[in-house]
Nanobody, 123 residues
Framework: QVQLVESGGGLVQAGGSLRLSCAASGRTFSSWAMGWFRQAPGKEREFVAGVSWSDGKKSYLESVKGRFTISRDNAKDTVYLQMNSLKPEDTGVYLC????????????????WGQGTQVTVSS
């Protein structure tokens, strides 16, 4: 059974940085994709960033380009989301997700989810 465990969330002032981690286990992920999503109160879950485990191809939400960086450590089966220049609108629960194949931008296309980690950016 695939398990995804997120960590690294917290409270930070606007302009600050956080690094989220997602540790994956339960299978070989060489042909899978990992995505980070976020959900704010009263809003739909939205795709933030994704990376293909096999070739490292990355995708980002337009509003986080240049501020967020997704990366992977194949040896540790861990995916990271480095978030810089954080804004109050980045606040939400950040969730890690996994799916076989390529990165996709819709949450319904992901098969496995972590429990989420809260990110709060104060103004």
């Amino acid at each position: 059974q695939v398990q995804l465990v997120e960590s690294g969330g917290g409270l930070v002032q606007a302009g600050g940085s956080l690094r989220l981690s997602c540790a994956a286990s339960g299978r070989t992920f060489s042909s899978w994709a990992m995505g980070w999503f976020r959900q704010a109160p009263g809003k739909e879950r939205e795709f933030v960033a994704g990376v293909s485990w096999s070739d490292g191809k990355k995708s980002y939400l337009e509003s986080v380009k240049g501020r967020f960086t997704i990366s992977r450590d194949n040896a540790k089966d861990t995916v990271y989301l480095q978030m810089n220049s954080l804004k109050p609108e980045d606040t939400g629960v950040y969730l890690c997700a996994a799916r076989p194949g390529a990165v996709r931008g819709l949450s319904k296309e992901y098969d496995f989810w972590g429990q989420g980690t809260q990110v709060t950016v104060s103004s």
